[in-house]
Structures are given as C-alpha cells and as structure tokens.
C-alpha cells in the first residue's frame, strides 16, 4: 500500500460547483496532515493544515479521520482561479518528521 | 524577505558532469531539504538536514551528496550526472517538519536536464 493514496482526477467542474478531494495514508503514527496547492510549472505551496476537528478556511473545508487514515478537502463555490493539482500532504512518523506527499489531484475548473 | 531561493531555474548537463544545486533560506529555518519530481511519481525526498551540520538520506539520496555548514545553505550536488537525474528539483525549509501550521516553504524550483 502506498504511503500516501490520492485519486489522481482530472475533476473538470464548472464555475461554483463543489468539490471534494479523498486521500489515505499508510502510517498510523501520523500526526500531522496538510493540503497544499501546485499550479502547474510552479512549487506546491501550503494551501491549509488539517486538524482532528475538522478545520474550513473561506471556501476551503478540511476533514481528518484518524480512525480510517483518511483525509479529505472540500472546495465549496469553485473559482476558475481555484485550477491546480492539490496535494495531500502526511507526517511520515519518527522523530524526523519528514513530510510525505501524494501524488496530487488535478482540479479544472471550467467558465 | 526573499524566502527559499534556488540557482538555478533551468541547467541541462551532459552525462556523467557534475554540479551543484543551491539553496538558501532567510527564515532562520532549522530544517531543509531536496525534494524531485517526475511525472507519475510526486514528490520524493532525496536529502533533508535537521540543523548546521547535520544531513541524513531519504527516499531516493544514490547519485547525490549535501552538506549542511550553515543554517542558510543546503547545497544539492550531482556527483556523475545521469539521463535519470532528469527532473524537477525543489529545495524546502521549516521551522519543524511536520507540527501543524509549520508546513514547508518550497523554492521555486530547478528544472534539470540530463542529455
């Protein structure tokens, strides 16, 4: 099983439509959890972290499940600037911590 | 505030020349590290470095070498470049990886070539 599991998209949605991004990780040690945003040809930059209660930033609503290892993002009123891949983002455990990622979901927003 | 800078944006090399990728952050970030990307494949840890003086290998180090001297420098070398070493490399720092809120700040990226 893969560390860090995203579906891979495209989701092509229009303008103001709501989407909704799944990842699940591998490592029950995880303690840390985040969602970040890469346009294309550009580096992945923090969109938001995620926290066990559940945590919304404008638009953007984020989910942890520890229980089942799974994480979601949800994009309410979809903007066309909103088009990027979004990467889920995981604590690998240990006292490193080094950040694991997923392979991203590609999001077009369509007029 | 210049964040993490990387040198530089586009380099192609010839099989079996060496180089160095640099990277340099102004947040007084204890951690850093080199991550490529290639197609398919997301974001894989090649080097990381805790603190001055300290390096360590991750998912993918073969091929490379860093170094650590100060805070604000974390150089990335290709020792004998290799068709496989074509990719994206992105440099990133963090007060601490992993504690929530303290996400990384990437560079903005060095696209390689190996021809």
């Known amino acids: 099983r893969k560390e860090v599991e995203q579906d891979p998209g495209p989701f092509n949605v229009p303008e103001g439509a709501t989407v909704a991004f799944n990842c699940t990780y591998s490592n029950s040690a995880s303690q840390s959890f985040f969602w970040y945003r890469q346009d294309c040809r550009k580096e992945p930059k923090l969109l938001m972290s995620?926290?066990?209660s559940g945590n919304e930033d404008g638009r953007f609503t984020a989910q942890l499940n520890r229980a089942s290892q799974y994480i979601s993002l949800l994009i309410r009123d979809s903007k066309l600037s909103d088009s990027a891949t979004y990467l889920c983002v995981v604590n690998g455990g240990g006292s490193q911590g080094n950040l694991i990622f997923g392979k991203g979901t590609k999001l077009s927003v369509k007029p | 505030n210049a964040g993490v800078t990387q040198t530089p944006k586009f380099q192609v090399l010839k099989t079996g020349q060496s180089m160095t990728l640099q990277c340099a952050q102004d947040m007084n970030h204890e951690y850093m590290s080199w991550y490529r990307q290639d197609p398919g494949m997301g974001l894989r840890l090649i080097h990381y470095s805790v603190g001055a003086g300290i390096t360590d290998q991750g998912e993918v180090p073969n091929g490379y070498n860093v170094s650590r001297s100060t805070t604000e420098d974390f150089p990335l070398r290709l020792l004998s470049a290799a068709p496989s070493q074509t990719s994206v490399y992105f440099c990133?720092?963090?007060?601490?990886?992993?504690?929530?809120?303290?996400?990384?700040?990437f560079g903005s990226g060095t696209r390689l070539t190996v021809v």
């Open positions: 995620v926290y066990s």
């Open positions: 990133a720092s963090s007060y601490y990886p992993g504690v929530e809120d303290y996400g990384y700040t």
